[in-house]
């Protein structure tokens, strides 16, 4: 399975940013899509997560309400609305199949950086 994400970028706190993953090599709408992220000095945690057709969705309460997944099967593509980005929001933030029943992960894409200054 390969993740690229992209769109993130260096905005000012109270802005916003929208970022994409494209995924190959699965059955894209036959999988639940996690967002994560990794600040510098800290462990990944998860951001949010959506089923396969947008059913159910969940957020960190860290970004809850101002963050939103939407997914695009036609495309095998997530993606994630960020508004009213705080200074720390600031993290390499990566895609990947949410699944709690496995041991690992598939293999991480690049990530992309989201920098909010204040």
């Known amino acids: 399975v390969k993740f690229v994400e992209s769109g993130g970028g260096l905005v000012q706190a109270g802005g916003s940013l929208r970022l994409s993953c494209e995924v190959s090599?699965?059955?894209?709408?036959?999988?639940?899509m996690g967002w994560y992220r990794q600040a510098p000095g800290k462990q990944p945690e998860l951001v949010g997560a959506?089923?396969?057709?947008?059913?159910?969705?969940y957020y960190a309460p860290s970004v809850k309400d101002r963050f939103t997944i939407s997914r695009d099967n036609d495309k095998n593509t997530v993606y994630l609305q960020m508004t009213d980005l705080r200074p720390e929001d600031t993290a390499v933030y990566f895609c990947?199949?949410?699944?709690?029943?496995?041991?690992?992960?598939?293999?991480w894409g690049p990530g992309t950086q989201v920098t909010v200054s204040s």
């Open positions: 090599g699965t059955t894209f709408s036959a999988v639940t």
């Open positions: 959506m089923t396969e057709y947008g059913g159910s969705t």
């Open positions: 990947n199949i949410f699944d709690p029943t496995r041991k690992e992960y598939d293999p």
